[in-house]
């Protein structure tokens, strides 16, 4: 159970109690538009559609979703920061639609823009959020060190943020969303421009903190890899609806057991060889990418056939694969292709 | 505390919706130590530009008393006072005025006071930690002016102390009316235009000698809030008088007090809409 600080222990720690099954946030017909353009032209965006949600305490929960599908102007509805044209949000007991602010004393958050801290320095940014998440300043500065420590901050931590390269830069904005602990994270694409040892090391702090402190985490990402891995649940967006929510592997059995194999060229593959007829057909080409889903078995007969005849000379590369979100996303409607692979 | 007897999922998912307690909010930041902190980071942030910054507001303020001396009359003391007390209090306008609409506006434009709304930081903290450190950056600049202006138009140095209320005074008044604009107006570019025309208006209303004046440009001098830094700078020179200088203090401090409320205000009002 998540202890808060400076809060009597008694009235909170309920020791090696599951509290998976109680909610922490729960949203109800979330409804919110934009009004956009000027006088002419003026015309009403949705960009939340009646949006049902259940995130429960000490998840792992993401939102997926190409880029305009809603998914910060949920999360910026879920901490406090944007009011709903109509619906309902419940985070941990407290309605946020009637008091908004207390979802600053209940959530960290990291937005997609850093611009207020961009001039400080790493460390004093770290310090100034935990500050003003009212830790006094011994306690400050000691989780400073603690967080600059644990996502390996150290060598960086006196240059200011906007001289920093743009994964150094989020890094250390994660950073000041870790620092002073709280039970819930909501965290808008933490790992964007990253590479992969600051991105493994933000999802192991984020994994640490919710078996540590059982905090709760929404985290948003256009990335199928970081949602397969870290993530408990998941809820794919487009154009301001939820599609679909389960947990990662129930999300890929809604696609049964197709495969998908994908052929790169290195030059035009021979249109006479059966298996890349028949490919051509059905393939959805990406310069020289030919992406295909389908039975597993058929798949293994194509591939038999194109690695074995003269198109293997023209091959450059290929793979099979089991089903990604990537594919769930497709396979549910979504009519973008703005998810990232890898 | 609840009893851990085994239950399945199943009978956990199936109970009566036994309402979860609610999770107690952590505190919020106290008023003192959030300004202090937003303070901190503020001076921190520019540091960098604070020298080439204050060299322009100063650079502006004596150039302009450089014109000046070919303008008005250096025979009159009233003239002389008010080129140099107004040249002085355009340092604040300049900074604390003018540049701080801009960095609200931009702050705004980028979704940036997001960072500030989702910390349990009050506005007002957050607002008086920004306008207290853009006015306390003029501080030198502003004293710089006064010397230079003191020398080359002849005045007296003894009562520059004054400037010590004078410049966190007009500084808390002309940073409210930034921080109003730049947190009120719907676009950055507005923001910038109107911390511009502020910055405009107080240099061209305030380093002139009142009594020159034409009837409708005094009452606009009387409008604007730098003026009474001015005239509470001018009261201090030659036989000081120092009831006036307490009066015009006196309405700095509540037009200060008027516009940081109201910066409050807005700044509550700017994203939650
Ligand atoms: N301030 C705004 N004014 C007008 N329209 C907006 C505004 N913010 C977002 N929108 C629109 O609302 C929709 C959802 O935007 P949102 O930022 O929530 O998407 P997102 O899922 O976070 O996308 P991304 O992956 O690119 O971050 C988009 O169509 C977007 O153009
Ligand atoms: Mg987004």
Known sequence: MYKLPGTDERSVTIPGEPTAADPCFTVRKLTRTYRTGRRRDRHVVTANDAIDLDVRRGEIFGLLGPNGAGKSTLVRQLTGLLRPDTGTIDLLGHDLVRRPETAARLVAYLGQESGALDELTVALAIETTARLRALDATRARAERDAVLDELELGAIADRPLKKLSGGQRRLACVATALVGARPVLVLDEPTTGMDPVARRAVWAAVDRRRAEQGATVLLVTHNVIEAETVLDRVAVLDEGRVIACDTPGGLKAMVGDEVRLDLVWRADPPMDDPAVSMLAQTAVRTGRRWSTRMEPGVARELLAGVTSGPAFEALDDFTLSTPSLEDVYLALGGRHQGLVKG | ?273
Not at chain 2, 29 to 39: C, D, E, H, I, P
Not at chain 2, 220 to 235: M, Q
Not at chain 2, 253 to 267: Q, R
């Open chain 2, 1 to 273: 505390m609840r009893v851990s007897t085994p239950v399945s999922a199943a009978s956990i998912e199936t109970a009566p919706a036994r309402p979860a307690e609610a999770v107690a909010p952590a505190p919020t930041t106290s008023l003192g130590a959030g300004l202090l902190t937003v303070y901190r980071a503020q001076l921190s942030r520019v540091r960098v530009s604070r020298v080439p910054l204050l060299f322009v507001a100063v650079f502006q303020s004596v150039g302009i008393m450089i014109l000046m001396r070919g303008v008005v009359d250096t025979g009159s003391d009233s003239a002389r006072e008010a080129v140099v007390a107004g040249s002085s209090v355009l340092v604040v306008a300049f900074v604390a005025l003018n540049l701080l609409a801009q960095h609200f506006g931009n702050l705004r434009a980028a979704n940036a006071l997001d960072y500030y709304l989702t910390l349990p930081v009050r506005p007002a903290a957050v607002v008086l930690g920004m306008a207290a450190a853009y006015a306390s950056f003029t501080l030198p600049g502003t004293v710089a002016t006064a010397v230079i202006g003191a020398l080359m138009f002849q005045l007296p140095l003894a009562n520059l102390w004054v400037l010590l209320l004078v410049v966190p005074l007009s500084g808390a008044a002309l940073a409210g009316i930034g921080a109003v604009f730049g947190l009120l107006a719907p676009r950055p570019e507005l923001a910038t235009l109107l911390g511009q025309l502020g910055m405009s208006a107080a240099l061209l209303l305030g380093v002139l000698p009142e009594d020159r004046m034409p009837e409708l440009i005094v009452v606009a001098r009387d409008l604007l809030p730098s003026s009474y830094g001015v005239d509470a700078f001018i009261a201090s020179y030659g036989d000081p008088d120092w009831a006036a200088v307490g009066g015009n203090l006196a309405v700095c401090a509540a037009v200060g007090v008027v516009m940081l409320s109201l910066a409050t205000w807005s700044f509550r009002r700017s994203t939650r809409s």
